[in-house]
């Protein structure tokens, strides 16, 4: 069971990035799904989570209004729409599938994640 992140890149401020996170071995409307970052010297970030089945989503104050995270179920695949992207975007993204010990709700910090995806580097230049 993996998730493997794409879609990371190097764009100009004020540009977009659509990241994708494929989950293979797991059904990825079953359990909450997180976008994390982890910028150099700084801790993971979270960013957004869809829950399960229902589909809810939360996002940190620091991407409201400019991230969107959506699933596709028939494809398996819970992305991350970036838009609006600032010099302080710049990080390794990742995304989580939380396994254990409850599939219900929405979730914000690292340790509630089991599952871990190998990161994408995203990079906004001026």
């Known amino acids: 069971a993996q998730l493997v992140e794409s879609g990371g890149g190097l764009v100009q401020a004020g540009g977009s990035l659509r990241l994708s996170c494929v989950a293979s071995g797991f059904t990825v409307e079953k359990y909450p799904i997180g976008w994390f970052r982890q910028a150099p010297g700084k801790e993971r970030e979270g960013l957004s989570c869809i829950s399960s089945f229902d589909g809810a989503t939360d996002y940190a104050d620091s991407v409201k209004g400019r991230f969107t995270i959506s699933r596709d179920n028939a494809k398996n695949t819970v992305y991350l729409q970036m838009d609006s992207l600032k010099l302080e975007d710049t990080a390794i993204y990742y995304c989580?599938?939380?396994?254990?010990?409850?599939?219900?709700?929405?979730?914000?910090?690292?340790?509630?994640?089991?599952?871990w995806g190998q990161g994408a580097q995203v990079t906004v230049s001026s």
């Open positions: 989580a599938l939380r396994y254990y010990p409850d599939r219900r709700g929405i979730y914000s910090q690292p340790d509630e994640y089991q599952y």
